[in-house]
């Protein structure tokens, strides 16, 4: 008797004998390999097509596309130029300009005097002519300004001490890093590009001895603060002399965004409010 019958007329699936058992067993040990080999299984016929995609795509027309959209894309997309400032606008940014470097070179002397900060330092000339020249400029801003300044040095920081032996990867390094940190954080500040290269690229004369600037690693033996082939050599030197720096950097753009807030304000015109946002 193979099965016990059940109502619906269909036999019991299990096995009544040691044979049934053993055919049960292998039917149910057949199951997995059944499901596995439904799985789709890559032919030669797929392999050809992929490796026919890859090549069609590597192909000379395909590049000779890429490259021609590529080049177009260098004759820009044909924007105006934009208009000319007025007269008694640019008679402002002068203004602010001609006040805010007055001002932080009159702090300098000071300043250097007191504590030997490198206060005038290059990158507040292009910080001038974004807040003066151009203050409606997400960039002008006090945040971008403070902030950007602030967020730059750090990052010039770190690769000063960390990499200061190294000037020569430190210096990309530190502006490549605090770019895409500014771009990261919305803070865009073109200057703050300029404070991360200067903390990798100067340091006080009088942590070198005189035999240093002799070799020919000082380019300016004349200057108190130099542009040296390697920083410091030692960790806390370069700490405290970068320091310096961003206090310098900070201190400058606080007294020339004060400058921007009195000049660019003088506009007659109410839209023409400075700043935009202050955060």
């Not at 402002?92 to 009159?106: D, E, H, M, R, Y």
């Not at 703050?192 to 290269?197: E, F, K, R, V």
Request: charged share 10%.
């Amino acid at each position: 008797m193979p099965g016990v019958d059940i109502e619906d007329g269909r036999q019991a699936s299990w096995p009544l004998n040691s044979f049934d058992s053993e055919i049960g067993s292998s039917h149910i040990d057949a199951e997995p390999q059944a499901v596995e080999a439904s799985k789709p299984v890559p032919t030669a016929l797929t392999c050809s097509v992929r490796l026919r995609w890859i090549k069609a795509s590597l192909s000379f027309s395909a590049l000779h596309t890429a490259l021609g959209i590529y080049l177009r894309r260098w004759k820009g997309a044909h924007v105006k130029h934009p208009a000319r400032s007025k007269l008694y606008k640019a008679a402002l940014a002068w203004l602010g300009c001609f006040l805010s470097i007055l001002l932080v070179g009159g702090i300098f002397g000071w300043v250097d005097q007191q504590w030997s900060l490198p206060l005038m330092l290059a990158s507040f000339g292009p910080t001038a002519a974004l807040l003066y020249g151009s203050p409606k400029l997400p960039a002008a801003q006090p945040w971008n300004a403070m902030g950007g300044t602030i967020m730059s040095g750090l990052v010039g920081l770190l690769f000063r001490v960390l990499l200061g032996h190294k000037a020569w990867i430190a210096r990309p390094l530190a502006v490549a890093t605090s770019v895409g940190l500014l771009a990261v954080t919305a803070s865009p500040f073109p200057p703050g590009a300029a404070t991360a290269l200067l903390m990798t690229t100067i340091a006080p004369q009088n942590t070198f001895p005189a035999q240093h600037c002799a070799s020919g690693n000082c380019y300016n033996n004349a200057a108190a603060w130099c542009i040296f082939s390697t920083m410091e050599h030692s960790y806390l030197a370069r700490l405290t002399g970068g320091c310096r720096i961003l206090l310098a950097n900070v201190m400058g753009q606080v007294a020339m965004v004060v400058v921007a807030l009195l000049v660019n304000n003088l506009d007659a015109d109410p839209a023409e409010g400075y700043p935009c946002r202050w955060l």
